[in-house]
């Protein structure tokens, strides 16, 4: 149901980079699972309208306020690169 | 084993200080983890800090709760502030969470004691608690078997009398199965009666935080100390939260119970069939009227929830980019391999599988196939479900289709492990609440659970089904022989290893 370039693809979608042992391997178990997925298609849905949360709770609003947060070191503590107070990240811009 | 009202009343009778009693918790937990591994990590210092601070406030001549000085183990995927939480996933292996949990801020305030954080799968997917990237756990009945999961090591930590009571979070049956598997009370409440914030999201209309304990009663007292609304959590439901012990009577005479007849069909286990069916005629002998139900959508929840689930995760987890926090690849010369690498490197392949399956149902062109179709069958099995609450007050089926498998049983097949939640899927996807009890043991010694399932909101019916069953039978009360027999076959796993 699903072939190695459109599992490479969706890994590309999310973000992975696989191994070609990976790549082999959920091609195999993906397609599995969306063949049991098919049963799915059994039930009659015409009319019946999606659920997108089990207890429906109306809409929850809040001004949004800005309020200075405690512990500022704390979250700079957790990255993994930093220059001073920002997160630094390898280069974005390819000179080609 | 003593309960939460056992160890309350010696710390009022000035039998025992909380201090005390958090020191035997830490020695039982210091002598069983060699053989269990149930903890990522054991927060003694902080643990007997918060139990000194109960004594002191004793000394003062100041009352305390019920849960004042009890030890706790808290499932590793919801944040402690300062206290490492790792979701047992290498992504996450040095996260110190800057912020509390609701769930856990609220323990703190009634004075219950963290003794640790406990091992899961990897971000809660899985039902064995084997993909944890760093341990396994053993069953406590039978330690060459898994404890079920995902909140395998809050389940074990409880059944081994590691501590009273923990908590776990259930998106598809990960507290009330391992409950099952390892012989005690575990209860996914109401969605959206206890607060998500502080809990690592994985399927966030799914997510909901739970306790297990020893005693339907001492479940009874955490959810209760534990549920309420929350403004941090959009979905966090405005009820008054009533004492749910007040819910405990032993006595069933005119409450309508139905049977699940879809979850007695092919792959349920000879002896599961035989305890589940023995607890029901108990049902029926303690007053209850019992009446056969059919779900027929039910067996469509397996497939519903592994698009829905994995849609919400691969979102969920899109986080995880090495940028703000967790680990972040050597290897990278730009941004793009950065973030791929720093995934590929991070997330263990049951995680890697469900973010595959996620990204391509939510995918251009297969939305509608997968995500949209998933909702619309979630909306029959909620249906089915309205239906049976018409007819009846609690449903009951069994929790797992049969008791522990073997650790590395199912490892190799994802399908396979995934029809494990057969029966607790559709219970989650309506948001109702669900509870395992122990009702009874397979030939071979394995504990087996009785799933309870009430209307929304009606943890009460539940409560006192419960209740009423265990006051009425004796499979509460047997613990694992933990000290004799079993040697430990398990091992660490090895640091960055990739599993299939």
């Known amino acids: 149901m699903l072939d190695r370039d459109q599992v490479r693809k969706v890994a590309h979608l999310a973000r992975l980079e696989l191994s070609p042992e990976e790549e082999e391997k959920f091609t195999t178990q993906l397609s599995d699972i969306l063949e049991y997925f098919q049963q799915l298609s059994e039930l009659d849905v015409t009319d019946v309208p999606p659920t997108t949360r089990a207890i429906d709770v109306s809409n929850v609003v809040r001004t949004d306020t800005l309020q200075p947060y405690r512990d500022r070191e704390s979250i700079l503590d957790s990255a993994p690169d930093l220059d001073g107070e920002f997160f630094k990240v390898p280069k974005i811009i390819n000179p080609e | 084993m003593a309960s939460i009202r056992e160890l309350h009343q010696q710390l009022i009778n000035n039998e025992r200080s909380a201090v005390e009693i958090t020191q035997a918790a830490l020695d039982r937990i210091q002598a069983l983890e060699p053989k269990l591994h149930s903890f990522l990590q054991v927060t003694a210092d902080q643990a007997l800090q918060q139990a000194q601070q109960v004594d002191a406030k004793r000394a003062a001549g100041e009352d305390v709760g019920l849960l004042a000085g009890i030890p706790i183990a808290i499932k590793d995927n919801i944040c402690t502030r300062g206290v490492r939480t790792t979701c047992a996933s290498r992504i996450l292996e040095n996260f110190v969470p800057p912020y509390e949990a609701t769930v856990t801020q609220k323990l703190i305030d009634a004075g219950a004691v963290m003794v640790g954080k406990t091992n899961l799968d990897e971000f809660a997917m899985g039902g064995s608690t084997e993909t944890s990237a760093f341990q396994l756990t053993a069953n406590p009945w039978d330690t060459s078997r898994v404890p079920g999961g995902s909140s395998g090591g809050s389940a074990a930590a409880v059944a081994a009398g590691e501590c009273p009571i923990a908590i776990g979070s259930d998106t598809g049956g990960s507290i009330r199965q391992p409950a099952s598997f390892c012989g005690i009370v575990g209860m996914k409440p109401t969605y959206g009666l206890v607060s998500r914030y502080g809990l690592v999201a994985f399927a966030s209309s799914l997510?909901?935080?739970?306790?297990?304990?020893?005693?339907?009663?001492?479940?009874?007292?955490?959810?209760?100390?534990?549920?309420?609304?929350?403004?941090?959590?959009?979905?966090?439901?405005?009820?008054?939260?009533?004492?749910?012990?007040?819910?405990?009577?032993?006595?069933?005479?005119?409450?309508?119970?139905?049977?699940?007849?879809?979850?007695?069909?092919?792959?349920?286990?000879?002896?599961?069939?035989?305890?589940?069916?023995?607890?029901?005629?108990?049902?029926?002998?303690?007053?209850?009227?019992?009446?056969?139900?059919?779900?027929?959508?039910?067996?469509?929840?397996?497939?519903?929830?592994?698009?829905?689930?994995?849609?919400?995760?691969?979102?969920?987890?899109?986080?995880?980019?090495?940028?703000?926090?967790?680990?972040?690849?050597?290897?990278?010369?730009?941004?793009?391999?950065?973030?791929?690498?720093?995934?590929?490197?991070?997330?263990?392949?049951?995680?890697?599988?469900?973010?595959?399956?996620?990204?391509?149902?939510?995918?251009?062109?297969?939305?509608?196939?997968?995500y949209l179709q998933a909702q619309k069958v979630r909306t029959l099995i909620k249906q089915d479900f309205e239906q049976a609450f018409n007819q009846v007050d609690v449903l009951v089926s069994p929790t797992a289709p049969t008791p522990a498998f073997k650790a590395g049983d199912k490892s190799a097949d994802p399908l396979s492990m995934y029809l494990v939640d057969l029966m607790t899927i559709p219970v989650n996807l309506a948001g109702l609440p669900g509870m395992s009890i122990p009702c009874g043991f397979s030939e071979t010694g394995l504990p087996i659970g009785l799933q309870l399932i009430g209307n929304v909101l009606r943890e009460d019916q539940v409560f006192q089904a419960a209740y009423a069953y265990e006051q009425a039978t004796d499979w509460h009360t047997r613990s694992p022989q933990l000290d004799t027999g079993n040697e430990p076959p398990k091992q660490q796993k090895k640091a960055g290893k990739q599993r299939g």
């Open chain 2, 207 to 370: 997510d909901q935080i739970g306790p297990f304990a020893r005693s339907v009663e001492d479940a009874a007292i955490l959810l209760g100390a534990i549920a309420g609304h929350d403004p941090m959590d959009s979905t966090s439901l405005k009820v008054e939260i009533p004492d749910y012990t007040q819910f405990l009577i032993p006595d069933l005479k005119g409450k309508k119970v139905g049977v699940i007849q879809e979850t007695f069909g092919e792959g349920l286990d000879p002896d599961v069939e035989k305890s589940v069916r023995q607890a029901i005629q108990q049902l029926e002998d303690l007053g209850a009227e019992i009446h056969d139900i059919s779900c027929p959508r039910f067996r469509y929840g397996i497939a519903a929830y592994y698009i829905i689930a994995p849609s919400e995760a691969s979102a969920n987890l899109a986080r995880y980019d090495g940028v703000k926090y967790g680990i972040r690849t050597e290897d990278a010369e730009n941004l793009m391999e950065m973030y791929t690498r720093t995934r590929a490197q991070g997330f263990g392949s049951e995680v890697k599988r469900r973010i595959m399956i996620g990204t391509y149902a939510l995918s251009a062109g297969y939305y509608d196939a997968y």
